[in-house]
């Protein structure tokens, strides 16, 4: 029923009657994926050329960034000419956060206070646009549709940490009661920590035998839900139709066995707090994730500050779109990422190959060689296909010249196995550094409910 009501009637009569222009986006980006590349940098210069001259001329920051490069707004005629335009970094936003980072022109009704999560290091404050809600649940709607989802299949939404929680309160419950009757909508929020094997298998159940469903959860949340759920013999009665992975770096590793132990395609989602919904795995072709170049303008930027190019390893430079509240341009969110080629499945969005996560999880040896998360992770999969043997696992850089891997073991695992590790990592790190094995029963979050790849104590 939901399948055509929602799609055919509720969504365009909403539109009519609240003006939000959703759906008709959505509709208009299901399209637009399919023309050229060179169509859409088309029309994202567009969009970036609107929003340079928006921030000029009323948000006092970046007026004074771009005088202080000597740049002007039409000097941008070109997505390339990004190159020439100054990093905004986290301290900068906080510095400068609300009254010079702000557009002195719009209504404060436009404002929607924001935080993100602290794994950086600190929360951060922000403004996010009322305006821009449209364009973020068309590419909500989007990204989810790349996984087979629409807004009436069920979830459950593994959510870490608290402060992540769905909210409660008489408005929030009727809210949801009234997408629940209207949508179809049925997104069943658990907390991470408090999550068992047997709840999710009984919430399952309760969905109904043969209902679609789909799990939004963290991949390490994922992972030990995998590893309970088999050394408890728990089964789940149906399997989901699709997994989506956030808010961590997910690995080649986590994406084999979360597969393996969920009998599902899994996609890798990209966004943060302050610009969700950007990117996600493609449909098509599980080894890319394609970017909505209508929400934003992500750059993939080597050292130098010049483009990456197709393979080529750099941090993430992003400007969005529809925040004119206050406009993030070549907004460095502190991730690093694998710039992709063009996809084979034909749509024309640009790809990243991988996100490698933050650019802090990474191993640095005493000489200044670095091996990010992303490089750690291919080398324990897909060198050494190491899924087998481990459920879990977290790289801890403990000193300059000591690295620890903690493994959460299978029934597999042994002592040859553990002893060939150690040799192929002392090799790939060019025995700059002393390396150990730690089994241990589980590996601990962050305080911002985030579990990383690798974690260094330098």
């Excluded at 949508?183 to 069943?188: K, P």
């Excluded at 066995?257 to 969700?276: D, H, K, M, R, S």
């Excluded at 393979?311 to 779109?321: A, C």
């Excluded at 029934?411 to 150690?422: G, I």
Aim: hydrophobic share 35%; aromatic share 12%.
């Amino acid at each position: 029923m939901y399948n055509w009501l929602v799609p055919h009637i509720f969504f365009p009569v909403h539109e009519r009657i609240s003006r939000h222009r959703f759906w008709s986006q959505f509709l208009e980006l299901k399209k637009l994926q399919w023309a050229s590349e060179e169509q859409l940098q088309e029309r994202a210069l567009g969009k970036l050329k609107r929003l340079i001259i928006h921030a000029y001329e009323h948000v006092p920051y970046y007026r004074e960034v771009f005088l202080g490069s000597g740049m002007r707004p039409h000097d941008i005629a070109s997505l390339p000419d990004m190159e020439r335009v100054p990093f905004t970094t986290k301290p900068d936003v906080r510095t400068n956060f609300p009254g010079r980072i702000t557009a002195e022109n719009l209504p404060t009704k436009r404002y929607k206070t924001g935080r993100t999560s602290g794994s950086t290091g600190f929360p951060l404050e922000f403004y996010a646009d009322v305006g821009r809600m449209d364009t973020v649940r068309s590419s909500y709607l989007l990204l989810w549709s790349w996984a087979g989802i629409a807004p009436w299949v069920p979830g459950f939404h593994i959510v870490s940490p608290a402060h992540h929680r769905f909210e409660s309160g008489l408005r929030s419950v009727l809210s949801r009661l009234i997408r629940r009757l209207v949508l179809g909508e049925r997104l069943i929020a658990m907390e991470a920590h408090m999550l068992e094997p047997e709840r999710l298998a009984e919430e399952v159940r309760n969905l109904g035998k043969g209902t679609r469903y789909f799990i939004w959860t963290p991949p390490s949340r994922a992972a030990r839900l995998a590893r309970e759920m088999d050394e408890r013999g728990v089964c789940l009665p149906e399997y989901p139709s699709a997994l989506i992975s956030y808010s961590e770096t997910l690995s080649a590793f986590d994406r084999d066995i979360l597969q393996t132990a969920f009998q599902c395609p899994v996609f890798n989602y990209y966004g943060t707090q302050e610009l969700p919904f950007l990117a996600q795995t493609c449909p098509d072709n599980p080894d890319v994730l394609h970017v909505n170049s209508e929400r934003a303008l992500v750059r993939v930027v080597k050292e130098n500050g010049t483009d990456a190019r197709p393979g080529e390893r750099g941090r993430i430079v992003i400007t969005d779109f529809s925040n004119y509240v206050m406009p993030l341009i070549n907004y460095d969110i502190g991730d690093y990422a694998v710039k992709g080629d063009r996809c084979t499945c034909g749509r024309g969005f640009p790809t990243l190959e991988r996100v490698e996560g933050r650019t802090f999880e990474a191993v640095t040896t005493p000489t200044g060689l670095s091996y990010s998360s992303g490089m750690l992770s291919d080398f324990l999969c897909l060198e050494w296909d190491a899924v087998p043997y481990v459920w879990e696992y977290q790289f801890v850089q403990t000193g300059p010249e000591d690295v620890e891997l903690k493994i959460v073991p299978t029934r597999l695992f042994n002592k040859d196995f553990s002893t060939m590790l150690k040799h192929k990592f002392e090799e790939l790190l060019e025995r700059e550094v002393r390396f150990h094995i730690e089994l241990v029963d589980r590996v601990e979050v962050e305080p911002s409910g985030k579990r990383f790849v690798v974690k260094s104590n330098l």
